[in-house]
């Protein structure tokens, strides 16, 4: 897995993301290559930064605020596959911010 170097240059604590989700896979001996769907041997990228899913008691999306789930997502540069993979199982937790600490949060 490598950094993505094809949009805009990523921000230093991404750099460090990228860097931490590759050893926390290693470390779990957990092996995304080669894509399932295209079965192009080194394709995966890192995004530029974290998702973070809304959950939800119900069965319909609502726009309440309330608890989520934060993930990293690897995608394919050849077919687009895309895998979510949750940040608090693979020990990612540290580079998570809290709302207060996001840098840049207000910048326009």
Known sequence: MTE?????SIPAYY???????????S?????IAPCNVCH????????????????SQVSYPTMQPG?????ISIYCSKCGNTIFMSSIVLGLSPLLFKKDEVPNAGAK
């Open 4 to 8: 993505n170097t094809q949009g805009p």
């Open 15 to 25: 750099t460090k993301a990228v860097d931490a989700v590759g050893e926390a896979l």
């Open 27 to 31: 470390s779990r001996g957990i092996n």
């Open 40 to 55: 192009e041997e080194s394709s995966f990228l890192l995004t530029d930064g974290f998702v973070v899913a809304p959950l």
């Open 67 to 71: 608890p989520n789930m934060p993930l």
